[in-house]
C-alpha cells in the first residue's frame, strides 16, 4: 500500500545531540513537509521540499536542516538539539503545494530532548 | 502564524448526536481542508472546499464555507464513538508568487468526544 512512514515513532536525545527523523513515502508525490504539532500552537510548517535538491523554508525553520537527494525521503535534521524542539514530528506529501489536493500524513515522531 | 482557527476547543456529546465545529480565518483563501486526527496518528484528509463553492458533502461529513463572514463549519450528523478525534482546519492563501512558505495553514483543533 502506498503511504508515508517515519521512523523512528519515540526518539528520546539530550540536549546538545544531533538528531535526524527519516520520512519514506510511496505514493511518488513531488512535495513533502515537515510539520511539527504542539500543544497550544497546531501544526506549524518547518520546511518543505518541491522535488529532489529543492527545499524551502517554513514558518519555524531555525536549528532544523533537511536534504532530498531523492524523491521519496525527506530526512529532517537537529543539529543540536534542544528541549525547546521537544515536540511531535509529522511528515506528509501531496501532488502539490498548493491546498487544491490533500496532504498525506505519516503517523509522526515523539521526540523528547532531556 | 495561525490563519485558521477552530471553535470550539472542545466538544462532548452523546453517540447518535451531531456534532458541530467552526472554522474562523483572517485573510482571503484558495481552498479549505478539514483534517481529522485519532490520538498517536497522523492527520487524516476529509474534506477540501474550494473558494467558490459553499457547500460539501461526504458520507455523514457536511462542510459549508462562507467567505464573507470568513468562517466554515464541518458538521458530523448521526456521531458514533469512532469519530472521537480532534478535527483540524487547514486554510490555503498563498500568493505562490515564489520566495515564500505557502501553502496550507492549521488551525489548533477542535477536540471531539462522543460519548456512548
Known amino acids: 500500500d502506498a503511504g508515508i512512514t517515519q521512523s523512528p515513532r519515540y526518539k528520546i536525545t539530550e540536549t546538545g545531540r544531533q538528531v535526524t527523523l527519516m520520512c519514506h513515502q510511496t505514493?511518488?508525490?513531488?512535495?513533502m513537509f515537515w510539520y511539527r504539532q504542539d500543544l497550544g500552537h497546531g501544526l506549524r510548517l518547518i520546511y518543505y521540499?518541491?522535488?529532489?535538491?529543492?527545499?524551502d523554508k517554513g514558518e519555524v525553520p531555525d536549528g532544523y536542516v533537511v536534504s532530498r537527494s531523492k524523491t521519496e525521503n525527506f530526512p529532517l535534521t537537529l543539529e543540536s538539539a534542544t528541549r525547546s524542539q521537544t515536540s511531535v514530528y509529522f511528515c506528509?506529501?501531496?501532488?502539490?503545494?498548493?491546498?487544491?489536493?490533500?496532504?498525506?500524513f505519516g503517523n509522526g515522531t515523539r521526540l523528547t530532548v532531556t | 502564524s495561525q490563519q485558521g482557527e477552530e471553535d470550539p476547543q472542545a466538544l462532548s456529546i452523546q453517540e447518535g448526536e451531531n456534532a458541530t465545529m467552526n472554522c474562523s480565518y483572517k485573510t482571503s483563501i484558495n481552498n479549505l481542508q478539514w483534517y481529522r486526527q485519532n490520538s498517536g496518528r497522523g492527520l487524516v484528509h476529509l474534506i477540501l472546499?474550494?473558494?467558490?463553492?459553499r457547500e460539501k458533502h461526504s458520507g455523514r461529513l457536511r462542510v459549508t464555507l462562507d467567505t464573507s463572514k470568513k468562517s466554515s463549519s464541518l458538521l458530523i450528523t448521526a456521531s458514533r464513538a469512532a469519530d472521537t478525534a480532534s478535527y483540524f482546519c487547514?486554510?490555503?492563501?498563498?500568493?505562490?508568487?515564489?520566495?515564500?512558505?505557502?501553502?496550507?495553514?492549521f488551525g489548533k483543533g477542535t477536540h471531539l468526544i462522543i460519548q456512548p
Open positions: 472546499i474550494r473558494s467558490n463553492e
Open positions: 505514493w511518488s508525490h513531488s512535495y
Open positions: 506528509a506529501s501531496s501532488v502539490t503545494q498548493r491546498g487544491e489536493a490533500p496532504l498525506h
Open positions: 521540499s518541491a522535488a529532489a535538491d529543492i527545499t
Open positions: 487547514a486554510t490555503d492563501s498563498g500568493t505562490y508568487s515564489g520566495g515564500g512558505a505557502d501553502g496550507l495553514t
